[in-house]
């Protein structure tokens, strides 16, 4: 728009070390925001187990967990040896990819009965949140001061993941509240979930609407951080109806509302944006793209479970549904994803 400031640039890629493999620097050169692949592949995984098919809910929560532990492995050889590469990523909001991915692997290993597993990837996560949350704040702020003062939108979808990660933290909470018949990790769950909400009104005010049309894809998540927000309060209602009492007639009144509402929010976004993908294609592979079948999976998981926790049965054939475009999506990035892999490799191999 005119009279704004420019969005804040993606950090560059790191400048690889001398002398490294062809797939060692490709994996140096990645992006913090391919931790998508790793949440898009857990909620799908997970919206697998709510429909019943366990094997294959089992294949991709394991493929799901290689990819966390590689990325894992990665965000702590930064920290410890590479502290520039560490902070330069930290400071980017699709660092705090880190925090949803961690939650969305707990709740795949929570639906496997590891419920202590689960417990250490939710400490994990709520230890990384603040970090990486003020991290990218500061960070933020200063390369937009600006537009932050003025209210003025210019920044892509990834800034909406300041609520995905805030909830997913209220998502893992909840199920652990549910699953361990603990009142404590659901209240403070629906602290989350209230300042999820919270954050996703700000987040709001400074995304740039000209996304929907050009974004390369994590415009979605503008869609997908209502759609887990609608998963929280239904995880939410869930653990209150395994008899712990934690929410009197009215709160839970509130709180139905307020899930259905964010579900119907979450559809509307998603009309939207496959209607915006109809009318501007973008048929080039962009790393990106993962976080586009993320909230897809997301929508589909929400509208499962709210069904589920409100009693709608007839919100269970779309889930369906939406769960199988969500499928179909992930197996056309992937493909996408590995021939640009190899294109990678092979362009950095020695001749």
């Known amino acids: 728009m005119p009279g704004s400031a420019a969005p804040p640039s993606p950090t560059p890629p790191p400048t690889p070390p001398p002398g490294g493999s062809p797939l060692r620097l490709w994996w140096v050169r990645r992006p913090p925001a391919a931790g998508a692949a790793v949440m898009a592949t857990g909620i799908v995984s997970v919206g697998l187990h709510l429909t019943g098919y366990e094997v294959l809910f089992r294949v991709t929560l394991a493929m799901t967990g290689a990819a966390w532990l590689a990325l894992a492995a990665d965000f702590v ?16 909001p699709g660092a705090l990819t880190a925090v949803a991915a961690t939650t969305v692997l707990g709740v795949g290993v929570s639906a496997l009965g590891r419920q202590p597993l ?5 400490a994990l996560a709520a230890a ?34 300041c609520c995905v990660a805030t909830q997913g933290l209220a998502v893992l909470a909840a199920v652990l509240a549910e699953a361990e018949s603990v009142a404590w990790p659901a209240h403070t769950a629906l602290v989350l979930f209230w300042l999820g909400i919270l954050f996703y009104g700000v987040a709001l005010a400074l995304f740039d609407p000209r996304q929907v049309a050009e974004g390369a894809g994590d415009q979605w998540i503008a869609g997908g951080a209502l759609a887990v927000s609608a998963l929280a309060g239904a995880k939410l209602l869930a653990a ?32 939207v944006l496959l209607v915006a993908e109809a009318r501007w294609p973008r048929p080039r592979y962009d790393v990106r ?20 926790a409100v009693d709608v049965p007839s919100l269970k054939g779309p889930g369906q549904v939406l769960l199988w475009v969500a499928v179909a999506a992930w197996l056309t990035v992937a493909a996408a994803a590995l021939a640009a892999a190899l294109a990678a490799v092979r362009s950095r191999a020695p001749r």
């Open 77 to 92: 050889v930064r920290l410890l040896w590479a502290r520039e590469r560490w902070l330069a990523a930290a400071g980017t």
């Open 118 to 122: 689960a417990e250490a990837l939710l």
């Open 128 to 161: 990384l949140w603040p970090v990486l949350l003020v991290t990218v704040t500061v960070t933020v702020v200063t390369l937009t001061g600006p537009v932050v003062r003025q209210w003025q939108r210019s920044m892509p979808g990834t800034v909406f993941l």
């Open 240 to 271: 209150d109806d395994g008899g712990l009492y934690l929410w009197n007639a009215d709160d839970t009144g509130v709180l139905r509302a307020t899930t259905v509402a964010l579900l119907v929010l979450g559809l509307a976004w998603y009309a």
């Open 289 to 308: 793209r993962w976080a586009t079948v993320f909230p897809m999976a997301m929508t589909a998981a929400a509208t499962l479970s709210v069904a589920a």
